[in-house]
């Protein structure tokens, strides 16, 4: 797969892992789900090079949701 894209990593809680990966294919459907390491919550995704932009998307997501973490 080298070559083929952009991988991205996320951690979570075990189990918020279905939830997070239906959210991956709404905010970026042209990322595909690799894999995800048992209890630990790691998922690892593929993002196709072309779709870059999409990549923003998931950055932004992300660091709202850990902003309104923050504030609870």
Do not use: H, W
């Not at 070559?3 to 189990?15: A, D, L, P, Q």
């Amino acid at each position: 797969m080298l070559g083929k894209g952009y991988r991205v990593s996320m951690m979570t809680e075990k189990k918020d892992v279905s939830q997070v990966k239906g959210l991956m294919k709404v905010v970026s459907p042209s990322c595909e789900f690799l894999e995800s390491s048992g209890d630990s919550g790691a998922m690892m995704f593929n993002l196709p090079t072309d779709k870059v932009k999409e990549l923003g998307l998931i950055f932004s997501l992300v660091d709202s949701e850990k902003s309104g973490a923050a504030r609870k």
